[in-house]
């Protein structure tokens, strides 16, 4: 895996793990989609509150702006330099939420 934090890096890995866990190959692949681009919306989602507990005041600040403006590049410099556990916090959200969804499916 690409060790720059890069969103389509960071999108393919929620992606291939998140199919992996799940094992989604039985559903159509519109369905399938659909359902790793809700789950990939809530993974990041819960990153990013993870990492925003994780950064002083001011540095959460500086990250809340470039969130609000979308600039994916600086997002990810920014997370790069300021986030050393960042694949780690990324990898917990997807087995958590992968784990959540799966005790769903085998209900």
């Known amino acids: 895996m690409n060790q720059n934090n890069t969103k389509p890096a960071n999108l393919d890995f929620m992606r291939m793990n998140i199919m992996s866990r799940l094992n989604l190959d039985y559903l159509p692949e519109a369905d399938r ?32 702006v470039l969130l609000d403006e979308g ?11 300021n986030v050393p556990e960042f694949i780690n916090i990324l990898q917990r959200e997807i087995d958590t939420v992968s784990n959540d969804l799966a005790s769903l499916i085998k209900k």
Do not use: G, P, Y
Not at 50 to 59: E, G, H, W
Not at 71 to 81: A, H, P, T
């Open 33 to 64: 989609l659909k359902l790793l681009d809700s789950m990939t919306e809530v993974v990041e989602q819960r990153v990013f509150l993870n990492v925003l507990q994780t950064l002083s005041k001011d540095k959460n600040e500086a990250l809340s």
């Open 71 to 81: 600039q994916d590049e600086e997002i990810s410099k920014f997370i790069e330099e």
